[in-house]
């Protein structure tokens, strides 16, 4: 079973603190994604990953950066944490061929941002 | 733009009944589409993906449907269970800088009532 693992599960940051939270895969997917996920508004996609190094902005990249040095480890950092940024962070893979789109997901992590 | 719409924010079914959760979509025209489920608290799980030439596809008491005329997805649940309570999302393709991503619908929240 393809296993996606995220840094911790809850997490409480003060404003202005740079936050980092890291996403891990075990099944050599090439694509890694970064959501976040508010009440009413769903997963909204803020950054992936088709390769090592490579990075693509999502829907709402603003103030967040991303780093994918390893296949397997795909980081996503809060250059400085704000309180509209509190919310469920999940992270997912996925194969490169289009034949296997299905996304894998972490279990998140919830952010809390006071 | 692209848009998804998931029918209801919630909808509650007795056990034993059918329950059926729609997905409709404008401004696309996807290869595939894609159901997950989440439970509160977790990551999404994918289910099933059906594509564009596929009419119906079934995974035990799963049943999704797929009009590309109608635009619009059907996922049913057959002789439901209050273990089948949760949140299922839809998801359809999309391209973001020449690369595949993935859109997600807001979810529609079941409830199975014993």
């Known amino acids: 079973d393809v296993k996606v693992t995220q840094s911790s599960r809850y997490l409480v940051k003060r404003t202005g603190e740079k936050v980092f939270l890291e996403c891990v895969q075990d099944m050599d997917h090439e694509n890694m994604f970064w959501y976040r996920q508010d009440p009413g508004l769903g997963l909204r996609l803020i950054y992936f990953?088709?390769?090592?190094?490579?990075?693509e902005k999502g829907d709402i990249p603003e103030g967040y950066s991303v780093s994918r040095e390893k296949k397997e480890r795909f980081s996503l950092i809060l250059e400085s944490a704000s309180t509209n940024q509190t919310s469920m962070y999940l992270c997912a893979s996925s194969l490169r061929s289009s034949g296997r789109p299905e996304q894998y997901f972490g279990p998140g992590t919830r952010l809390t941002v006071t | 733009s692209q848009k998804i719409e998931q029918n209801s924010e919630a909808l509650n079914i007795q056990e034993g009944k059918t329950a059926t959760l729609t997905c409709n979509y404008t401004?696309?025209?996807?290869?595939?589409l894609q159901w997950y489920r989440q439970d509160p608290g977790r990551g999404p799980v994918f289910l099933l993906l059906?594509?564009?030439?596929?009419k119906e596809k079934r995974k035990e008491r799963l049943k999704v449907t797929f009009d590309t005329t109608l635009k619009q997805s059907l996922f049913h649940i057959t002789a439901s269970q209050p273990a089948d309570s949760a949140t299922y999302l839809c998801?359809?393709?999309?391209?973001?800088?020449?690369?595949?991503?993935?859109?997600f619908g807001t979810g529609t929240k079941l409830q199975v009532i014993p």
């Open positions: 998801a359809l393709p999309g391209f973001s800088g020449g690369y595949q991503k993935v859109t």
């Open positions: 401004n696309y025209s996807p290869a595939y």
């Open positions: 990953s088709y390769d090592v190094k490579m990075k």
């Open positions: 059906i594509r564009e030439n596929e």
